[in-house]
């Protein structure tokens, strides 16, 4: 009966820190999950810019219909070359040169007024994109690159000519690295409100080169990613520009769990007071209310619950008759009858376990349920001083009277499966005893 109100804040406390641990664990949950959906979303977004990318691609790399011109024999029609690379810069000035490799010599590029003196190299002279096509055998996508001659920035898409599996030369066509930018239609990710970062890793996987970029201060570190080979392996990484979960929707996503937590401990503090003011009514039912204990049928009911609770406790029951309270209480002050009763409530509060029950049975009959083994001799002693402390002496109009204690014990199950039974041999031995 001891500590209930440092129970009743130690039951707080952990309520507390379990509602706060699990609202915890689901806002960590629902950022999870946002976060999930959101690069759901940009995989979405990344896997619908690639397919126009290849489409962009297959449609700038002016060498492929150019290799049509060739024979079976992988030979090529020099001045047929020529005319219809006239007609394709004619048409599209974003074409910066369009170059013909008869094996490894460059033959032939235009405009010629630019670039004839190209004419007669050989292909290890120029960057390794143009050898790199030569090796892997199939058509390349390399740049930016910069044009030793002018400086121009180009994209390079290299088309090689091969003959069941032999390489008989090349066709390279360079396209204006801005205008290729601009084909990428990059700004479908700043419409998404995304930062991104184009970039290709070297066909040795040597060096990083970013291609484009929104801002060259982000932190892709925590991006969706598409990797593709052109042959060299490129990259675009994008993640939203205030992060996959910004400061402000973590902050509303904080304040909405917090009163949450706060609207939970609310109700359970609604509960907990229903609870407690229902069982204070309950217990009004079974209270004495001269001296705060159970009464009779009190006792029973609450001694019988926990009985049924704990089959194997220990427990004994304390059966004391006040002898000669009836014809002392009504010749004594009715506030000194309060006190009395009030210092017995007080002793087995404070003496014996928290768990005992104690009920007023009868005017003049005290009963208590100690969960305890009785042949503990630390729990007797306490019995015994309890016992002492109910013994009264009063001089009332000059003779002394007594109140004097006389108890019995019995334990269960030995004597008595319930507390009914406990009680009437309690009353049984009491009897033999004092008769």
């Not at 011109?69 to 040169?97: S, T």
């Not at 929104?214 to 392996?233: E, I, M, N, R």
């Not at 001269?290 to 029951?317: A, H, M, P, W």
């Not at 015994?384 to 009063?394: H, N, P």
Request: aromatic share 12%; with cysteine; hydrophobic share 40%.
């Amino acid at each position: 009966m001891k500590n209930k109100r440092k129970q009743k804040w130690i039951l707080f406390a952990v309520v507390s820190v379990l509602i706060v641990s699990s609202l915890f664990i689901l806002r960590n949950m629902a950022l999870r999950q946002l976060m999930t959906e959101r690069k759901i979303a940009a995989q979405t977004t990344l896997d619908t810019f690639y397919e126009h990318l290849s489409n962009m691609f297959f449609r700038l790399n002016y060498a492929a219909p150019l290799s049509y011109i060739c024979d079976d024999e992988g030979n090529m029609d020099v001045q047929v070359f020529d005319q219809k690379a006239q007609q394709l810069l004619a048409e599209d000035e974003h074409i910066i040169y369009l170059a013909y490799f008869n094996g490894d010599k460059l033959e032939t590029i235009l405009p010629k007024a630019e670039y004839k003196e190209w004419e007669g190299k050989s292909l290890h002279q120029f960057m390794y994109s143009y050898t790199l096509a030569k090796v892997v055998k199939t058509s390349v996508v390399e740049g930016p690159e910069t044009l030793l001659t002018n400086d121009k920035e180009v994209f390079l898409f290299i088309t090689p000519i091969v003959i069941e599996g032999e390489y008989k030369g090349e066709i390279v066509s360079a396209i204006d690295k801005a205008y290729v930018l601009s084909q990428m239609k990059l700004n479908i990710f700043e419409d998404g409100q995304y930062d991104y970062e184009v970039w290709k890793v070297n066909e040795l996987g040597e060096h990083k080169m970013v291609v484009a970029t929104s801002d060259s201060t982000v932190d892709f570190s925590q991006a969706v990613k598409l990797s593709f080979a052109l042959p060299a392996t490129w990259n675009i990484s994008i993640q939203p520009q205030k992060g996959w979960i910004s400061s402000a929707e973590v902050l509303l996503m904080d304040s909405a769990f917090i009163l949450l937590g706060m609207l939970i401990l609310s109700v359970f503090g609604l509960s907990y007071s229903y609870v407690k003011q229902k069982k204070e009514l309950q217990k009004t039912h079974y209270m004495d209310p001269d001296s705060g204990l159970y009464n009779y049928e009190g006792f029973c009911y609450f001694v019988d619950q926990v009985l049924l609770k704990r089959k194997q406790t220990d427990c004994f029951i304390l059966y004391i008759r006040l002898s000669g309270f009836h014809d002392l209480s009504h010749r004594m002050d009715r506030g000194d009858i309060y006190a009395y009763f009030a210092q017995i409530y007080k002793c087995i509060q404070e003496d014996f376990p928290e768990d005992t029950i104690a009920g007023k049975l009868r005017e003049d009959i005290i009963a208590v349920a100690v969960f305890h083994n009785k042949e503990d001799k630390k729990i007797m002693e306490i019995v015994e001083d309890f016992i002492l402390q109910l013994f009264l002496k009063r001089k009332i109009n000059g003779k002394k009277e007594f109140i004097n204690p006389q108890a019995s014990i019995v334990v269960y199950p030995s004597d008595g499966a319930n507390t009914k039974e406990l009680l009437r041999y309690a009353k049984e031995r009491y009897q033999q005893r004092y008769k």
